[in-house]
């Protein structure tokens, strides 16, 4: 779900002379279900990614008519945006289209494997009720239905998790649990996940902006009615997070609550659970995503939004930085997010200015912020948006060993 439209790009425009262009792709079952094993060479892949690589196509050849730049193309996006772009890293139908990128909250660990991605759609077939062998008859099923069974899909495949556990056999591992409708990484389209990509130097001339916000997860956490409550249930869910030799999943677990515990020695297991899946989706992938690019670019910045909602249990979680972004602090729809005082508003100032900063010059630096250095191995300068800004050097440190080799 979503569209272009969700937020106003105004502010950024009037305050700091950019032209902002906001796209729409096919979402879900429309735009990313994998049907290559089920019809051979009769579809594409990833419509979803070739819709944003067609949109940038159009920047590209239109841009100019309206006062922007074709050589200067900053791609920004939040969540789903964000991993779309970790994606994107690795498809050469958007190579050379964008010069920057700015990822919140996603990176480019993800993709499915074409396993993986014929297993969600002969699923989808399934409450559809048709038969994998006629899966071309889909181009004749209403909208609406197919909408109803990307949903129930969607729904049972969550239910059954929980049930049957989270790994796999499949020998490029994708957890069964990650969102059902992603990028499959097909070999054509996609050949690579974006992070294989970027390690291997694909992407040098890139300027980098990533990261996250501090609770990404803290929202879930308190809306999931089967996040573990018992350090044994906690145990359990790391067991089957972790893929790999199953005889050593259960060391793995112990090692990776332990250092969460550690961190935060009187948190609940929900608490534990929470972070420990903020890390894993988001944070983590993200510093691996700056690392792996400041090898090739000195232009790799990291960040870490910490200000945290009015609202005790959002926290500092997914979404919170959204008003800061787009000038919306004090707009009714968003008061859970932000608070409307003058500290909120400073902060949505100094970010705005970073964001315009990096697209025009890849560098998000600005007189309203301390010194942000790029981000590498032997320098991993974070900045952490709060009130007050400030720039930290290995950030939640033990929490990071946590996932050595891991990730």
């Not at 159009?58 to 100019?64: F, G, L, M």
Request: hydrophobic content about 45%; charged content about 20%; aromatic content about 8%.
């Amino acid at each position: 779900m979503g569209s272009g439209a969700q937020a106003d790009p105004t502010p950024l425009v009037r305050a700091h002379d950019v032209v902002v262009v906001a796209i729409n792709y096919r979402l879900g079952a429309l735009g990313f279900l994998y049907l290559n094993e089920l019809l051979g060479d009769d579809v594409v892949a990833n419509p979803g990614l070739l819709d944003q690589a067609a949109a940038l196509r159009w920047v590209r050849d239109n841009v100019a008519a309206l006062g922007g730049d074709p050589d200067n193309v900053t791609l920004f996006g939040v969540s789903a945006g964000a991993f779309s772009i970790g994606a994107l890293l690795g498809t050469p139908a958007a190579a050379g289209l964008f010069h920057r990128a700015i990822l919140q909250s996603g990176a480019a660990h993800a993709g499915h494997s074409p396993a993986v991605g014929t297993r969600v759609a002969e699923g989808v077939l399934a409450e559809l009720g048709v038969s994998a062998r006629k899966a071309n008859v889909l181009l004749d099923v209403p909208t609406q239905t197919l909408l109803e069974a990307q949903e129930a899909y969607y729904s049972l495949q969550r239910a059954l998790t929980r049930r049957q556990g989270y790994a796999t056999a499949d020998p490029t591992p994708t957890p069964v649990w990650a969102p059902a409708y992603q990028p499959v990484i097909d070999g054509a389209v996609v050949p690579r996940r974006g992070i294989d990509a970027v390690q291997a130097g694909a992407c040098a001339a890139l300027a980098l902006l990533v990261g996250c916000t501090l609770e990404e997860q803290k929202l879930s956490e308190a809306m999931d009615p089967e996040a573990p409550t018992t350090r044994e249930s906690l145990l359990a869910y790391a067991n089957e997070l972790l893929l790999g030799d199953a005889a050593a999943r259960d060391s793995r677990a112990e090692a990776v609550v332990s250092r969460y515990e550690a961190d935060a020695p009187h948190a609940e297991p929900a608490r534990i659970y929470s972070a420990i899946e903020t890390d894993r989706i988001f944070r983590i992938p993200a510093l691996r995503l700056a690392e792996a690019q400041s090898r090739y670019s000195p232009a790799s910045y990291a960040y870490v939004f910490a200000k945290s909602s009015p609202i005790p249990a959002i926290g500092a979680g997914h979404g919170v930085d959204i008003p800061y972004l787009f000038d919306q602090i004090g707009a009714p729809h968003l008061a859970a997010f932000a608070a409307d005082v003058p500290e909120s508003q400073h902060l949505g100032r100094q970010m705005r200015a970073a964001w315009t900063s990096f697209a025009r010059h890849g560098d998000p630096r600005h007189e309203m912020l301390p010194e942000w250095p790029p981000f590498s191995s032997a320098d991993p300068a974070t900045m952490l948006f709060d009130t007050p800004c400030a720039v930290v050097r290995d950030h939640l440190v033990a929490r990071n060993r946590a996932w050595k080799d891991l990730l």
